[in-house]
């Protein structure tokens, strides 16, 4: 059964780090488009940032560019989310997603495959 698995959320202070992973089992997760995204209480889910499945191509929120950073170990069939520089406007919840098409896409709509998502708080 295919499934994504999110990990690394957890309370963190204004300005620090935290390193989101998206685990993938039941199928091999370098075939798909990877994105994050995000969800804060009484907002829609909106795109933070997508990888292709190479590896070779990015895209990032205007409001994470310079923040985030995403990458992909095919080989541990792992996504990651390196997020630093974390605001309190970064609070909510992480969902990581799949989607067979070969295009990077911000658009929720577009992606089959969901997590369970992981609780991202930044807060002094």
């Known amino acids: 059964q295919l499934q994504l698995v999110e990990s690394g959320g957890g309370l963190v202070q204004p300005g620090g780090s935290l390193r989101l992973s998206c685990a993938a089992s039941g199928f091999t997760l370098r075939n798909y488009v990877i994105g994050w995204f995000r969800q804060a209480p009484g907002k829609e889910r909106e795109g933070v940032s997508c990888?292709?499945?190479?590896?070779?191509?990015?895209n990032y929120a205007d409001s994470v560019k310079g923040r985030f950073i995403i990458s992909r170990d095919n080989d541990k069939n792992t996504v990651y989310l390196q997020m630093s520089s974390l605001k309190p406007e970064d609070t909510a919840f992480y969902y990581c997603?799949?989607?067979?098409?070969?295009?990077?896409?911000?658009?929720?709509?577009?992606?089959?495959?969901w997590g369970q998502g992981t609780q991202v708080t930044v807060s002094s």
């Open positions: 990888i292709n499945s190479s590896g070779g191509r990015t």
């Open positions: 997603a799949a989607r067979t098409s070969p295009y990077c896409s911000m658009t929720k709509d577009s992606y089959s495959y």
